[in-house]
């Protein structure tokens, strides 16, 4: 999941049947790949995903595969650069007046939505007010509930009074603006607009195929101009092994690798030839959540016990094979509000007995962990086409079992993981990982009142200094005060252990290697993705 951030069968040599002619080189001659190298104009990107998107309306897209998309149609008022550094987007620039308690937006002139119509402040107005209005059922309203008021000066000019100081306030207008003309009389819980949007951003929705696929192509009035690469098309394929045989068959052009695949599979002249791979540490972390609404995880001695009993680096070296890192919190190993003074805890199956036995858990003659006439078991739920968490999941079975556990893996697909499973809390414990804001603002995920159905709390995690301290970070401008606020945190939730903290695995895109322009920086590759083109002599697709 993103916090912004998530099926078919395999279809060999195919023809996609887009709107487009792939041309299928049995090679690359080397004077192709020389003689022409300019920027150009043309050719598909088509990218695989392991889950179709949920919505297409950005404030209610929690899930990877939908925020993907809607990072592409939509802007916010602000953006990430290279360096994770906020820049202007529909905002061009801004002030930041007492305090931190006013910002004033002044907007770029001339921006239109993709029918057209011309953006202006009240699409803004109307987006924060869908954003807080208890009616439509948005995890990021967190954000906006402490805005006191926000005030459209001019066309292109807001004001936004905040009720007290709010340090992520600058940050969270990165938030994807809806057109207020087309949406204003809509209910965004069941509006048609989610599966067809209008957005201002770089590509125009096409077209989507349910549980297939999802096409845009470039804006030709692009604000910061247009994107070389005609067609984005994103591929649902819930099956790693069968997207893998995809890119062995150019059938798509981008995907994430797992480490085996990054270190063996594609160690070979075709992939070499073909393919550019990249490795970089990831802005998120794995975890085990347990429905602390379940008795059976409500004793915080049993969280530590499942923590001591499973053996982190088993699953860094045996899945990730090194290429990621054990974590202990809830922030981004880059980031500063992650507390480096919190050590994991070692691998310890008589702890974990031990801690089992003060809360009322005795091995049974079967060598079962019994309480009265219950015996501990339990599911772990986790979404379909992750063949890493899969395994991870494999790993903390076995792991669990030596200390007199019964634990079940459950694998959803993805659509219905989230509506059925997440949304509802119909679990005991999920496999999942977070991707992180750059702002190590974490109230929507950890804070007692994020309970709500769509909402990010929905483990019903509950501490009150948590809940006091989230706040305060909330409120502070300085980062050397900040973060001793998330350090604490961090100590807090480790020793809790909500959830077991697994690892922050490295990003390990592959991309086909007639995309030029790739430029690796602190916030990956995708930065710039508006000015990544195909040199004329090695375009693929042609546009009808």
Known sequence: ????????????????????????????SAD??????????????????????????????????????????????LKYDKDLNLTGDLAQS????????????????????????????????????????????????????????????????????YKEPFSPGLSSWAMNIMPKHLLENEDLNSTAFARNPVGTGPFVFKKWKTQEMIELEANPDYFEGR?????????????TATMFLELQNLGIDYMGLSPLQYVRQTDTPFFKKYYQKFRYQGFSFTYLGYNLSDPKFQDVRVRQAINYAVDKQEIIQGVLLGMGSECTGPFALRSW?????????EYDTQKALSLLAEAGWRLNKQGYL?????????????????????????????????????????????????NEFINKRKFEAVLLGWSLSLDPDIYDIWHSSKTKEGEFNFIAYR?????????????????????????????????????MFLYNADSLPVINSRFKGIEVAPAGISHNFIK?????????????
């Open 32 to 77: 192709e790949q020389t003689l022409d190298t300019a920027p150009a104009c043309g050719d598909t990107l088509v990218e695989a995903t392991i889950a179709d998107a949920r919505t297409l309306v950005p404030i209610l897209a929690s899930d990877s595969a939908s925020g993907q998309v809607c990072g592409l149609v939509y802007n916010g008022l």
């Open 337 to 345: 509000a992650y507390n480096t003074d919190v050590k994991p805890v």
């Open 463 to 499: 501490n009150e200094e948590v809940d006091r301290l989230l706040e305060e970070g909330r409120r502070e401008f300085g980062q050397e005060k900040r973060k001793r606020i998330y350090h604490r945190i961090h100590e807090i939730i480790y020793e809790e252990q909500p959830y």
């Open 1 to 28: 999941m993103s916090k912004r951030l998530p099926l078919i069968a395999v279809f060999f040599f195919l023809c996609l049947n887009l709107c487009a002619c792939a041309k299928v080189p049995d090679k690359y």
């Open 227 to 239: 994107p070389y690469i005609d067609r984005c098309i994103f591929r649902v394929i819930p099956d």
């Open 532 to 544: 990544w083109y195909v040199p004329k002599t090695q375009q693929r697709y042609e546009t009808h």
């Open 370 to 418: 019994q309480k009265g006439a219950e015996v501990f078991e339990f599911t772990i739920t986790m979404n379909q086409g992750n063949d890493e968490r899969k395994h991870a999941a494999e790993i903390i079975q076995k792991r669990l079992q030596k200390i007199g556990m019964k634990v079940k893996i459950k694998v959803v697909e993805w659509s219905a993981f989230i």
């Open 94 to 161: 801004w002030d930041v007046q007492d305090g931190g308690l006013v910002i004033v937006f002044h907007l770029r002139r001339n921006v239109k939505w993709h029918d057209g119509t011309a953006f202006t402040a009240d699409d803004v107005d109307f987006t924060y007010r869908k954003l807080i209005d208890p009616s439509v059922r948005t995890p990021y309203s967190g954000d906006f509930e402490r805005v006191k008021s926000l005030e459209v000066i001019d066309s292109f000019t807001l004001k936004i009074t």
